[in-house]
């Protein structure tokens, strides 16, 4: 290491400089053709409970019917409004709650059935990123103790622990000299998010799962922590799927965007269709309620009004239909199937106005993005300038 | 004010050492706030010299406690030869408080510490296992915090029988629910928090995440609250004895003192009131104690 490295004296490291390893991951088994992560059907139910008896009387569902698959190497990005079950899907992929039914394939192996994926190796394979930096760290452990504490319970000598989490303190970024004894209290909200970047990491997964990891932060933080994240993600091969309701972010960090409603995927692609040609109503209508940096490109109404019907007692057939200006009657009798996947580079949608068989009256032949009212979208600042 | 005792002791420290290399621990944070609580430091004193004082009780140049003198009943304070003069028996009081804080410092310590251990460790089992668990033990615990402490603590030794043990089983039955209370509330808040769940995430099991990140987190409140129970056990375990439940005659103790002594408040009122005054000044002390260590251990969440 040069000596001579002078740090500025916020004691943040500078951006540090990229070296990319090898994409030949020992830990690989599938190889690049088997997708990292598969989703299959995935339900979660919250029981309502009430009554005299402590009875079930109705069902949240929160999480209904998900599949999608996780390629290596890649960032997915998962948007949609509060409350669609984003952060339920997250703490579902991680295993931190059983899911009502549905099927987790890591690498070719089975996650939280008998006899599939040992537990303790499936969380060593992949972290998660905690939304709220605050409660996210112990505040009664120094920040290094809790960057060690994982490879710790993993075996991992204390000595060797704290050393481990001292490089990685410095991958994200913090002089673990200074950093390191520190109490979260003392931390910004950049930093401590940073700490849980870098309690992720101590384990070397190979999947991370970021919920809401940016959006508690300054945009100019923000900015920061996003290009750390790219940075880490080159340096240690990983593979992120980075939940958001920030519609910017997700296209600045995703290759692929999967939009969620209400429990459900709507529309899955490649970040650039989904961002250029939408074709799920919903979709469309999210991204024309992104505001316009043009002051003279005011927007009068809501691009979607109302907010999302009640997830105890979701609407028959297409959930959007409440809230969707394509409404027919065969969307409340049928619910739509989302359309097959078939490759990487594939945009699946869940609408009957793309399925030429489903009996819309425009089926087949859905309206095109352009002819939505409103202005487009192209001359919107979309990137994230760092 | 606390938090300027820790950037001063922070900027010290720096100074001495700049490149501070060192991990500081939780509690080394508490003890340097402490070091500048001089009210706290003050009580604590003032308990250390009780608690000393008691136990150097035998190899003290006393009177023998339970030599009774007929000629010398309830001498005032500063008779020739009795520092505090004599009870209603005509025995030395100096002596009678001295070894009576002995059984009073027990009766209030080891209630509370055995308390601590069995409440505490079935609150923080109940708050984290959550469900079933949880309600099994925490109705049982309602069940004995339907009762009056003092009531409840006279029904069991009634019920045992009275003898210092019987007495010191009661007291502990009596504190187990309350602090089994706060011990469950603190460990449920803790438990929801995502750096538990963080834990699960990284593959710790429950005992791993219940020492790192719950006890750490739990025993800051349940201690304070623990702390300031020694002065009501105290005061309970004096209220058993003046009702003849705790300790036996002839043994000294403060609240069987305070018992005996109350026929002759008209006779020589000073000398009946001291073993309430070290009653008084041990319980205060607990209690200032108590409240300075809450404030010592408030790190902020």
Redesign the interface.
């Known amino acids: 290491m040069n000596k001579t490295v002078k740090h500025p004296p916020n004691g943040l490291l500078s951006p540090p400089e990229i070296d990319v390893v090898s994409n030949k991951d020992p830990r690989d088994r599938g190889g690049p053709a088997q997708p990292l992560f598969i989703v299959k059907n995935l339900v979660k139910n919250f029981p309502v409970r009430g009554g005299i008896l402590n009875r079930t009387t109705a069902q949240v569902q929160a999480v209904s019917n998900v599949s999608f698959q996780v390629l290596k190497g890649e960032t997915l990005g998962v948007v949609g409004e509060s409350g669609c079950g984003k952060s339920t899907l997250a ?1 579902l992929l ?1 295993h ?1 709650l059983d899911r009502t039914s549905g099927e987790l394939i890591f690498d070719g192996d089975s996650v939280g059935v008998h006899g599939g994926m040992p ?2 190796k499936f ?2 394979a992949a ?2 990123v ?3 930096s ?9 920040v ?3 960057v060690s ?2 490879p710790k ?2 075996g991992m000598a204390g000595k060797a622990a704290r050393e481990l989490a001292r490089d990685i303190l410095k991958k994200v970024g913090l002089r673990p ?1 200074i950093f ?2 520190r ?1 979260p ?1 003392e931390l910004s909200g950049g930093q401590k998010q940073r700490v ?1 970047i870098a ?1 992720a990491l ?2 070397s997964p190979r999947l991370v799962i970021l919920d809401e990891a940016v959006s508690a932060l300054d945009k100019s933080v923000e900015a920061q922590v996003l290009n750390l994240l790219r940075f880490l993600k080159r340096h240690y091969n990983l593979t992120y799927v980075f939940i958001s309701h920030d519609l910017n972010v997700v296209q600045y960090i995703s290759d692929r965007v999967l939009v969620m409603y209400l429990g459900e995927v709507v529309e899955l692609g490649p970040v650039d269709e989904i961002y250029n040609r939408p074709r799920h109503p919903y979709t469309r209508a999210l991204l024309r309620s992104r505001l316009s940096m043009d002051p003279d490109d005011r927007m009068d109404d809501a691009p979607i009004a109302g907010d999302p019907p009640n997830p105890i007692n979701p609407p028959s057939g297409c959930r959007f239909r409440t809230r969707c200006p394509y409404a027919e009657p065969i969307c409340a009798s049928t619910p739509p199937a989302i359309s097959q996947w078939t490759g990487p580079e594939s945009h699946t949608v869940a609408c009957h106005m793309y399925n030429p068989v489903d009996g819309h009256s425009l089926s087949g032949n859905p309206p095109a993005h352009d002819a939505m009212p409103d202005t487009d979208i192209q001359s919107r600042p979309t990137r994230v300038h760092a | 004010m606390t938090d300027t005792n820790i950037s001063f002791a922070t900027a010290k420290g720096a100074a001495s050492e700049p490149q501070q290399d060192r991990v500081r621990s939780y509690w080394q944070l508490v003890r340097l706030r402490l070091r500048y609580d001089k009210v706290t430091l003050f009580f604590g004193m003032i308990i250390v010299a009780i608690v000393l004082i008691a136990l150097l009780a035998p190899i003290l140049p006393l009177r023998d406690p339970l030599e009774t003198s007929m000629i010398n009943r309830l001498k005032p304070i500063g008779h020739e030869g009795f520092i505090l003069g004599t009870d209603e028996l005509g025995r030395d009081m100096l002596s009678r408080i001295i070894w009576g804080g002995r059984s009073s410092l027990l009766m209030g310590l080891l209630p509370v510490a055995l308390a601590l251990l069995i409440g505490g460790g079935l609150g923080v089992i109940a708050g984290f296992m959550g469900g079933t668990v949880n309600m099994m033990i925490m109705r049982v615990m309602d069940v004995f915090y339907a009762f009056p402490s003092i009531l409840l603590a006279v029904a069991i030794s009634g019920a045992m029988g009275g003898g210092m043990l019987n007495g010191l089983i009661s007291l502990t039955v009596v504190f187990i629910p309350p602090l089994c209370r706060v011990a469950e509330t603190a460990t449920t808040q803790v438990r929801g928090l995502d750096f538990v769940e963080a834990a699960r995430a990284s593959g710790a099991g429950s005992a791993s995440i219940i020492g790192t990140h719950i006890l750490g987190n739990v025993l800051a409140p349940v201690f304070v609250y623990a702390s300031g129970m020694v002065s009501v056990s105290i005061l309970v375990a004096s209220g058993l004895s003046f009702l003849g439940l705790g300790v036996a005659p002839p043994t000294p103790d403060w609240g069987l003192m305070l018992s005996t002594l109350r026929q002759a408040i008209y006779v020589n009122p000073i000398v009946c009131a001291l073993p309430g005054i070290a009653i008084l000044i041990t319980s205060l002390s607990f209690n200032m104690l108590s409240d300075g260590l809450r404030q010592a251990m408030d790190v902020k969440m």
């Open positions: 703490r991680m931190l537990m303790r969380r060593e972290q998660m905690f939304q709220d605050y409660s996210s760290l112990n505040p009664r452990l120094p290094e103790d809790s504490y994982g319970v993993h000299e390191g004894p109490y209290h849980n309690r101590a384990l």
